[in-house]
């Protein structure tokens, strides 16, 4: 069997272990609120540390095309929805902190915030791109919106992906090297795939 035949098949129980790699992070937090451990501001922490793992595997998400392109090796396209999937609900689980934990629901505040700093602004938008992303990455959705038509709605990553990383530079006020690294990278990937020019 050839190299190319092996990297095609789909590898044994590759999706549940992928879950339960993208759930880690959500166990680990879980165990460090329940044993009290998030510092004197908790809920900042944790709304921080989700939106740090939904960049980090947004851009896994957004490195499988251009892994593919360099690379030559397909197998990973095949997860690349659930990973997309993977880090919308990391984004959710974000927002809803903020949301519900911070601002106890009150709208107006929310709004305030969001018309005020343009980190969140920028991160609300993010959010608003990703969630039709999201309501289609499924089989049904494809068969029913069309390949084509498909594609090009889901060509908004490339809008929301930098808008993500950009709501990461301009939230923190110290220790921008790891913001500004995470927003090279995201930039890297996408003049990869805009220099290649191929289908995402």
């Known amino acids: 069997m050839t190299a190319n035949a092996l990297a095609a098949q789909k590898p044994l129980g590759a999706r549940p272990l992928i879950h339960l790699i993208c759930a880690l992070p959500l166990l680990w937090l879980g165990t460090r609120a329940a044993l009290d451990l998030l510092g004197a501001n908790p809920v900042e922490a944790a709304i921080r540390f989700l939106g740090d793992w939904a960049l980090r595997l947004l851009i896994v998400a957004l490195?499988?095309?251009?892994?593919?392109?360099?690379?030559g090796?397909?197998?990973?396209?095949?997860?690349?929805?659930?990973?997309?999937?993977?880090?919308?609900a990391y984004v959710v689980l974000h927002v809803a902190f903020y949301v519900i934990l911070d601002q106890f629901f009150d709208w107006g505040a929310i709004g305030h915030d969001i018309l005020k700093h343009k980190f969140i602004t920028v991160g609300m938008a993010a959010l608003i791109l990703l969630t039709p992303l999201a309501a289609t990455s499924t089989n049904a959705m494809i068969k029913r919106l069309g390949g084509p038509a498909w594609r090009r709605l889901?060509?908004?990553?490339?809008l929301a992906a930098p808008l993500a990383a950009l709501h990461y530079v301009w939230m923190v006020k110290a220790g921008i090297l790891q913001p500004m690294a995470y927003l090279l990278i995201v930039l890297s990937l996408l003049a990869c795939r805009l220099l290649v020019g191929q289908r995402p």
Do not use: C, D, E, K
């Open 154 to 158: 889901h060509r908004a990553v490339y």
């Open 73 to 88: 090796w397909s197998a990973p396209v095949r997860y690349r929805r659930m990973l997309g999937l993977w880090a919308f």
């Open 63 to 71: 490195a499988v095309t251009p892994i593919r392109l360099v690379f």
